[in-house]
């Protein structure tokens, strides 16, 4: 396997047109939050296919694809580091979130964000001591929009075994965030929390709603019913 055939499979799948699109989605404009990144136009279950076909590629390939300008081809190294991550042995999964943190830079775009931290980040530190989660806290503190979304998307592998202090804690810290895809990020966590127990997110939301973004309040109450989710955003 070599990076470029991995590199021509992707741009067998190009197109003008996605490739004009995403430029406009991912908001690639001067002074956005994409600005400079560049696309071929392929779509993402068409990487998701390129990426099963490569998914024994070195790191020393994943690493070049990870530093490419291409957007479609840090997806496609994030998704075979999230297979190895998956299907590898608890030394492999050591060797992979270390990868992962020498190379987050790369993870520079909210769907590389969300495709990866998770199921990398998170589930590595799932089980670790709160001195190795400290991590997330560092990042959730950050300067740099992604490092944060990074810190708060993380957490969704706990939450997903009903550990919710994580969330709740990096939510606290991003409450004020000024960035919309923050409020947004936030907002799906403490969704996501809800659907597992309400009150737990109710209990966090009395405490907080007045302070929150609407953006982020508006994700969070999103599964309410609409008496009560109305009441939310008349009272805020």
Not at 69 to 77: D, G, M, Q, S, V
Not at 95 to 117: E, G, M, P, R, T
């Amino acid at each position: 396997m070599s990076l470029a055939l991995i590199k021509k499979a992707l741009r067998s799948h190009a197109s003008l047109a996605r490739r004009k699109s995403n430029k406009w989605f991912f908001k690639t404009g001067s002074g956005q939050y994409g600005w400079g990144d560049k696309f071929i136009g392929a779509s993402v279950p068409d990487i998701r296919k390129v990426a099963r076909q490569f998914n024994e590629l070195s790191f020393f390939d994943i690493k070049k694809l990870l530093w490419s300008k291409i957007h479609e081809e840090r997806f496609c190294a994030l998704l075979i580091l999230v297979h190895k991550f998956q299907t590898g042995k608890r030394q492999d999964k050591k060797q992979i979130y270390n990868f992962y943190l020498k190379n987050i830079n790369c993870v520079n775009n909210w769907d590389l964000v969300d495709l990866s931290a998770s199921k990398i980040m998170g589930e590595y530190l799932l089980n670790r001591s709160k001195q190795e989660r400290k991590i997330l806290y560092i990042f959730a503190r950050s300067k740099n929009i992604w490092l944060r979304r990074i810190a708060i998307i993380s957490t969704y592998a706990f939450l997903r075994q009903n550990d919710f202090t994580g969330t709740f804690k990096i939510a606290k810290i991003l409450l004020r965030d000024e960035h919309d895809l923050i409020h947004k990020a936030v907002g799906w966590m403490l969704r996501e929390i809800g659907k597992r127990d309400q009150q737990a997110e109710e209990n966090f939301l009395k405490t907080h709603y007045r302070i929150m973004p609407r953006t982020m309040l508006r994700y969070a109450i999103e599964r309410f019913p609409e008496t009560k989710r109305k009441s939310y955003l008349v009272t805020k």
